[in-house]
């Protein structure tokens, strides 16, 4: 079974500072994907970053960037230069890889709150 | 991107009723969609995948009869909420996998807004 971890409930950090939020994965499939999304207060779920297991480059997108650690099965966000606006809900999840009726079903972590402060 | 939108935003029902959310695939053809149930500062659930013309594939612990999922087009799946009481009250989220995403990003889904459903 496939299974995220995010260990910390919540983060704080000062705005224009970097700030790592941490996720390890469980899986054995040798095919998977990794996400992070940010779920702000209206709820809706925005896509930040996504890193395929055969990637062999760390995924960035813009402030965002992904530290695959594949050995240690982690995937953790970095946000550089944090903004007041970065303060939301983060999701890490994994997407099971092909094959099987479970192809593309995406298992969430509990989140981890993020709050920037001023 | 694609764009999914969810119908209604929010919803106020009474108990013993029923209530239907609809999920929209904008500009692409959702052959599978995701239906998810988020409580207050948790994570998201898993409740169903959803694949046009076919039955819906429920997650363990979900009951099929309380939570009707039909997909009857590529760009419409609806989730009823047969008899609800309060404990259904909850944020209600859709996904969809775009098909014509290859390579790379094919797990991406594209998450609807959500709806939130209270039960009276």
């Known amino acids: 079974a496939q299974k995220i971890t995010q260990t910390q409930p919540g983060m704080f950090v000062q705005e224009k500072e970097a700030v790592t939020l941490d996720c390890t994965y469980d899986?054995?499939?040798?095919?998977?994907?990794l996400f992070w999304y940010k779920q702000p207060s209206s709820g809706e779920m925005i896509f930040l970053i996504y890193?395929?297991?055969?990637?062999?480059q760390n995924a960035t997108e813009g402030r965002y960037s992904l530290n695959f650690q594949k050995a240690r099965k982690s995937a953790n966000l970095v946000i550089s230069a944090s903004q007041l606006g970065d303060s939301a809900m983060y999701f890490c999840a994994m997407a099971r890889g092909a094959g099987g009726t479970s192809y593309g079903k995406l298992t969430f972590g509990q989140g981890t709150i993020l709050t920037v402060h001023p | 991107g694609a764009v999914v939108s969810q119908h209604p935003s929010r919803v106020i029902c009474k108990s013993g009723t029923s209530v239907k959310i609809e999920c929209r695939s904008l500009?692409?053809?959702?052959?599978?969609m995701f239906w998810y149930r988020q409580f207050p500062k948790k994570s998201l659930m898993l409740m169903a995948t959803?694949?046009?013309?076919?039955?819906?594939?429920?997650e363990q612990g979900v009951e099929k009869d309380k939570f009707l999922i039909n997909h009857a087009s590529l760009t419409l799946s609806t989730l009823t909420v047969t008899s609800a009481h309060p404990e259904d009250s909850s944020f209600y989220i859709c996904s969809a996998r775009d098909p014509r995403i290859a390579g790379d990003r094919t797990y991406e889904q594209y998450f609807g807004p959500g709806t939130r459903l209270t039960v009276t």
């Open positions: 899986t054995s499939d040798p095919s998977y994907g």
């Open positions: 959803s694949n046009e013309g076919s039955k819906a594939t429920y």
């Open positions: 890193q395929g297991s055969y990637d062999q």
């Open positions: 500009d692409f053809q959702a052959t599978t």
